[in-house]
């Protein structure tokens, strides 16, 4: 679609009590401004982010995630506001979508509401029981007249239960024209975007209210609605995933990241945790387990087991306390309290309880490979970097410093001394 969008992100968000800046701060895995962005890339191909406060490390930010993006810097001292925002803004196409980085809870559909019919400005519009703190919409005779700032109002403007929503979608070549005679005459002394509505309306220019939900327009500007987006946001996402066949046991202690990607029928028990770009294919994730960044295939991990990124689990049986980092597990069991990481472990193979691959010596990581039908007995520890070949039995207790080949008994293990009575000579009968 030939559409531009225009994304304001400059604003200080000072109520957020934080270093980060607020459009970075993330829901569901993503920054704000990131959501931001996807819902304007599934229409536009043309989108540029405004910046001042912090810009350098927003758009630092943003261009390691995307290209082809576009930055504007606002000259905040001299022209604070939105509109100030919008000053200088070129953008490509005849229309142009303005949106808020602060909104990370926008629909692909509401955009495409927003951008359709031919008005010169559509404009979102919420009807609210408590208007406070937003801009009130003026309509007359269904025709929007124009809109007034809260702290602009009078007493009959500030009954006004219209308010409006922050996003517009402006024919580009009004918006180009108005932007520069915009004034800051106003109680905020700041070039306001929302004055347009007022300049097009005195050129008998069609404005037209798109009525949207308050949900989806809901501004994040504090660690409180951070948590509550971050509610609606989870809930949409766990809402998809059950319609497409997942299973979740209590989804209120769920928590999924949207960059998670899930395949064939799959069950999460309660407290479970998905991180990061993980893919779940056909697996059955026990209570209080977390996956980060990884893919478990037709496999079973937890209760209380821990996948870190880079791990690839495939017909494997993860149980309680394992720990697994950037390992490719095929056909493995690794049932009880173990740490397996920077391995690849082939089919067949059975790793015991408390067992440890050492795979950090201080300065560098190191790969421990583990053949086919592998019995690693309990209490062992695997010295990386290390192969075992197929069909060897690592017994209890070893720890294993050098290459095992095929077919092998690898143990070490200290002769065993037992004193008679030594227990009461020592303690007395
Ligand atoms: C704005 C609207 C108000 C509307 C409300 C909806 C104006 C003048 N008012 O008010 O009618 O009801 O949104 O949420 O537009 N920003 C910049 N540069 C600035 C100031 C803001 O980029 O100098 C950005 C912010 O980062 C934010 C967006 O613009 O993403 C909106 O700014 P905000 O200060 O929240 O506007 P409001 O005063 O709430
Ligand atoms: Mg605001």
Excluded: W
């Excluded at 400059?10 to 993330?26: D, E, I, N, Q, Y």
């Excluded at 009130?136 to 124009?146: A, F, P, S």
């Excluded at 220019?205 to 939900?213: D, M, W």
Aim: proline residues 3%; hydrophobic residues 35%.
């Amino acid at each position: 679609m030939s559409i531009s969008i225009v994304i304001l992100a400059a604003g200080k968000g000072s109520r957020m009590k934080s270093t980060t800046p607020k459009v970075l701060h993330t829901i569901s895995g993503k920054s704000m401004l990131s959501h931001a962005i996807d819902a304007g890339l599934a229409i536009s191909d043309d989108i540029t982010v405004v910046l001042a406060h912090q810009a350098k490390r927003v758009q630092e930010a943003i261009e390691a995630e995307y290209k082809n993006i576009n930055f504007h810097m606002q000259d905040a001292e001299q022209f604070p506001g939105t509109g100030g925002a919008m000053k200088g803004v070129n953008t490509k196409y005849e229309k142009t979508l303005i949106l808020n980085g602060d909104m990370p809870l926008i629909t692909q559909s509401s955009l495409e509401a927003l951008t359709g019919g031919d008005a010169d400005i559509n404009m979102s519009v919420i009807k609210l029981d408590n208007p406070d703190g937003y801009g009130r919409v003026l309509i007359d005779d269904e025709k929007v007249q124009e809109i007034v700032e809260q702290k602009d109002c009078n007493k009959t403007q500030l009954e006004t239960k219209t308010v409006n929503a922050g996003i517009y979608c402006v024919n580009t070549e009004l918006l180009n024209r108005y932007i520069p005679l915009l004034s800051n005459e106003n109680a905020q002394k700041e070039y306001y975007l929302t004055d347009i509505v007022k300049m097009a309306v005195d050129e008998n220019r069609t404005v037209t209210p798109i009525y949207v939900e308050e949900e989806e327009f809901k501004g994040v500007n504090s660690k409180y609605d951070l948590a509550m987006a971050e509610v609606i946001m989870q809930n949409r996402i766990k809402k998809e995933l059950m319609a497409q066949g997942v299973t979740m046991r209590f989804p209120d202690s769920i928590y999924i990241d949207c960059r998670a990607t899930f395949e064939g029928e799959s069950i999460l028990e309660n407290g479970v945790t998905i991180l990061g770009a993980s893919k779940i294919i056909s697996s059955h994730i026990k209570t209080n387990s977390v996956i980060e960044d990884s893919i478990i295939e037709d496999s079973d991990v937890g209760p209380m087991g821990r996948v870190r990124p880079l791990s690839h689990l495939k017909n494997t049986h993860i149980g309680n306390f394992v720990e697994v980092k950037k390992s490719t597990l095929t056909g493995v069991k690794a049932g009880h309290l173990a740490y397996i990481g920077d391995a690849t472990i082939d089919e067949g193979s059975n790793i015991g309880a408390g067992v440890i691959t050492c795979n950090y010596d201080g300065k560098a990581k190191h790969k421990t490979t583990i053949g086919k039908n592998v019995f690693v007995g309990s209490d062992c520890q695997l010295v990386a970097p290390l192969t075992i070949e197929d069909d060897v039995i690592v017994a209890a207790g070893t720890t294993l410093n050098k290459d095992v080949t095929k077919g092998s008994l690898a143990i070490t293990r200290s002769a065993l001394k037992t004193i008679p009575d030594f227990f009461y000579k020592f303690f007395g009968k």
